[in-house]
């Protein structure tokens, strides 16, 4: 893993702390400058962390020198983008249009950083796969995929099992959905939403066919997925 990956990832986890605990948050990305240095990504989750307890004028503080010293002009766009959204004090899903499927990634992108409750490597990867959504799609829907299967292997570990051994010692991922939807443990609407990120998943894995439609329909589905986990864990 690069270095520029290590610091998103250890990121993510200082601004799950700072979440839960503004104090000890702050200790954490203080250590992260201190390894790494006065970072544009560090200054970033930071300033989500600012946003999640509600101190604005911080969080444009952090997310304005993030702009600065992110290298790439894509970053910079970013929290740009980030800051105007922070001014113009509108939520995500005003500031966004979802019809567009740029915005919509990137309002994924904002939504799974307000998900702290989520595991996180789990928010991580999620991250990084709609960061390179635009690029990357087919890898980012394998990512989305992978992300949902180790979060019902941890969260429901006696399912995990119980599919396996009825086959024969090989998990179904079809089928541990199914028993999760019999055994109530998801709704039938988050159950649909599993099963087309899984199929998604599978589709470009074999490298089939994905249709524009499919695409706006497999992010959301993606997105009420990440909600539910995040509540379960919160």
Same mark, same amino acid.
């Given at each position: 893993m690069s270095i520029w990956r290590?610091?998103?990832?250890?990121?993510?986890?200082?601004?799950?702390?700072?979440?839960?605990?503004?104090?000890?948050?702050?200790s954490e990305f203080?250590?992260?400058?201190?390894?790494?240095?006065?970072d544009g990504m560090i200054h970033y989750a930071k300033g989500q962390g600012y946003e999640f307890r509600k101190n604005r004028q911080k969080a444009l503080e952090e997310y304005g020198q993030a702009k600065e010293l992110f290298?790439? +002009?894509?970053? !910079? $766009?970013?929290? *740009?983008?980030?800051?105007?959204?922070?001014?113009?004090?509108?939520? %995500?899903e005003l500031f966004f249009d979802e019809n567009d499927f740029e915005q919509l990634l990137w309002f994924c992108f904002q939504k799974v950083?307000?998900?702290?409750?989520?595991?996180?490597?789990?928010?991580?990867?999620?991250?990084?796969?709609?960061?390179?959504?635009?690029?990357?799609?087919?890898?980012?829907?394998?990512?989305?995929?992978?992300?949902?299967?180790?979060?019902?292997?941890?969260?429901?570990?006696?399912i995990f099992e119980e599919v396996k051994l009825r086959n024969n010692d090989e998990f179904s991922l079809?089928?541990?959905? +199914?028993?999760? !939807? $019999?055994?109530? *443990?998801?709704?039938?609407?988050?159950?649909?939403a599993m099963h087309k %990120?899984?199929?998604?998943?599978?589709?470009a894995v074999h490298d089939m066919y994905i249709s524009e439609y499919d695409k706006f329909d497999n992010l959301k589905a993606f997105l009420v997925v990440l909600e539910f986990f995040n509540q379960l864990r919160t």
């Open positions: 290590d610091i998103w990832k250890e990121c993510v986890s200082a601004n799950r702390v700072m979440a839960e605990n503004e104090e000890y948050g702050l203080q250590n992260l400058f201190k390894e790494y240095g006065n290298p790439v +002009e894509h970053w !910079k $766009n970013v929290a *740009e983008n980030t800051i105007q959204r922070l001014k113009s004090n509108k939520t %995500v950083w307000e998900y702290t409750s989520l595991d996180d490597f789990a928010r991580y990867i999620s991250l990084s796969s709609l960061a390179r959504g635009s690029t990357e799609w087919p890898l980012t829907l394998i990512d989305f995929r992978t992300v949902m299967e180790l979060e019902i292997k941890f969260l429901f570990p006696e079809y089928k541990a959905i +199914e028993e999760l !939807k $019999n055994q109530q *443990e998801v709704s039938k609407s988050t159950a649909i %990120v899984r199929k998604a998943g599978n589709n």
